[in-house]
């Protein structure tokens, strides 16, 4: 067994108690915890810093500017995006995709028109395309997943057409942990002119992202899902998109000329950031990609590789679990039911012994639907979490299983 390395003390949230127990926390698909370097840098900037930015010729105001476009460099960076400019700060993955969908794709919809999507998308990847698809008389067109949840790759590519005018997935499902092929999806689609958006918002946190090597034409995440503020969301877009894309919203900050006899707009990202934005969640976001960048991707896959195999290894040797979504390639997200409990009733009792999980349809039922569910209990977990709490995990569910078979 690799060594189970401690990064507990690194988040002040995780040294608490829930129900007069240690806060075991395996519900880091939803939002991740913050780490001490987090909530200092939010607190000095917020404490000692704070200012509206390109606003103001003062000190507060041009070091608060400096501080932003940094957070904007340093995500560039991050995903290896070619510049810069191409880098939206939005409120988070669901504005992003909705920005995309209302700048970009519904100008391209006709009458008979498509946008293929999977089974397995969160909402946020499902709804903005059906509202703009409804207006234009198009569809959104499910690929189909396999039992196991995984892509049929052979039949995501039959779906392919001269009436798909946009490809949208996950790049990791919420709700089952499959990591899709993102590279040779977005090369099908590409090869018949189609442009794809991938929703990062599952993957930003267990692997590295390189929007460069995927090939995609636009990459969207949230900061609170990567140890960041919530209200922080990202928009990758090429520039050649961008540039050349209707401004979602009007305001300040985003135009060049403004009159009554019309508004001439600036280029990206300015003209998509309109209105004073939340510069304290981008200085966040950035003090949290510094810290995942000190640990480094080689010991955060080791240790999340570590908890996958043993959880994988615990849970299946408790016969009336059953996990749902056994994908060879997967992050550690365990979706599971109990024979005769229902999910919600599994969360409770484990939260009773500290244990925070989610429990529901984990804002997927087509994919729940497809699978012939309405819910499953959902373990989880990032690096600061530890083979004990595995252990302790199992151990509850022996218990829940035991209660519900008596």
Same mark, same amino acid.
């Given at each position: 067994?690799?060594?189970?390395?401690?990064?507990?003390?690194?988040?002040?949230?995780?040294?608490?108690?829930?129900?007069?127990?240690?806060?075991?926390?395996?519900?880091?698909?939803?939002?991740?915890?913050?780490?001490?370097?987090?909530?200092?840098?939010?607190?000095?900037?917020?404490?000692?810093?704070?200012?509206?930015?390109?606003?103001?010729?003062?000190?507060?105001?041009m070091n608060a500017t400096q501080s932003y476009d940094e957070s904007r460099s340093c995500v560039a960076n991050f995903i290896n995006a070619e510049h810069d400019e191409e880098i939206i700060f939005v409120r988070g993955t669901t504005e992003a995709i909705n920005l995309v969908?209302?700048?970009?794709?519904?100008?391209?919809?006709?009458?008979?028109? @498509?946008?293929?999507?999977t089974e397995m998308e969160h909402h946020a990847n499902i709804v903005p395309w059906q509202l703009v698809a409804g207006e234009h008389e198009a569809r959104v067109v499910p690929a189909?997943?396999?039992?196991?949840?995984?892509?049929?790759?052979?039949?995501?590519?039959?779906?392919?057409? @001269?009436?798909?005018?946009?490809?949208?997935?996950?790049?990791?499902?919420?709700?089952?942990?499959?990591?899709?092929?993102?590279?040779?999806?977005?090369?099908?689609?590409?090869?018949?002119?189609?442009?794809?958006?991938?929703?990062?918002?599952?993957?930003?946190?267990?692997?590295?992202?390189?929007?460069?090597?995927?090939?995609?034409?636009?990459?969207?995440?949230?900061?609170?899902?990567?140890?960041?503020?919530?209200?922080q969301g990202v928009l990758y877009g090429r520039k050649e998109h961008l540039n050349g894309m209707t401004p979602y919203q009007g305001g300040g900050d985003m135009i060049e000329i403004v009159s009554f006899?019309?508004?001439?707009?600036?280029?990206?990202?300015?003209?998509?950031?309109?209105?004073?934005?939340?510069?304290?969640?981008?200085?966040?976001?950035?003090?949290?990609?510094?810290?995942?960048?000190?640990?480094?991707?080689?010991?955060?896959?080791?240790?999340?590789?570590?908890?996958?195999?043993?959880?994988?290894e615990s849970l299946t040797k408790i016969p009336s679990v059953k996990l749902i979504g056994t994908a060879e390639e997967k992050v550690p997200v365990l979706s599971f039911t109990i024979d005769s409990a229902?999910?919600?009733?599994?969360?409770?009792?484990?939260?009773?012994?500290?244990i925070a999980v989610r429990a529901g349809h984990h804002c997927a039922q087509p994919l729940m639907k497809r699978m012939g569910l309405s819910a499953t209990t959902r373990a989880s977990l990032s690096f600061y979490n530890t083979v004990d709490e595995i252990n302790q995990l199992a151990e509850a569910l022996k218990e829940v299983t035991a209660l519900f078979e008596s």
């Open positions: 067994m690799k060594k189970d390395i401690n990064f507990k003390e690194d988040f002040p949230i995780l040294g608490r108690e829930i129900n007069g127990k240690p806060l075991i926390y395996l519900d880091n698909a939803a939002t991740t915890q913050k780490p001490r370097a987090v909530i200092e840098r939010l607190s000095d900037f917020l404490s000692e810093e704070n200012a509206n930015i390109h606003r103001g010729v003062h000190y507060l105001s969908a209302r700048s970009f794709c519904s100008e391209k919809l006709g009458p008979g028109d @498509e946008i293929l999507v189909p997943i396999t039992d196991e949840g995984e892509l049929d790759l052979d039949r995501f590519e039959s779906l392919l057409n @001269e009436r798909t005018k946009l490809v949208a997935f996950v790049h990791v499902s919420n709700a089952l942990g499959t990591i899709n092929p993102v590279k040779k999806m977005t090369a099908m689609a590409h090869q018949r002119g189609i442009p794809v958006l991938v929703d990062g918002a599952q993957a930003v946190a267990h692997q590295k992202v390189d929007v460069q090597e995927l090939g995609c034409d636009f990459y969207v995440f949230s900061s609170h899902k990567i140890f960041g503020p919530d209200g006899d019309g508004t001439t707009f600036r280029s990206s990202p300015e003209r998509f950031e309109a209105g004073t934005p939340n510069i304290s969640g981008a200085i966040g976001l950035k003090a949290a990609i510094d810290y995942v960048n000190d640990i480094g991707w080689e010991t955060i896959h080791e240790k999340e590789s570590l908890l996958l195999n043993h959880a994988n229902h999910p919600h009733d599994v969360a409770t009792i484990l939260d009773t012994k500290g």
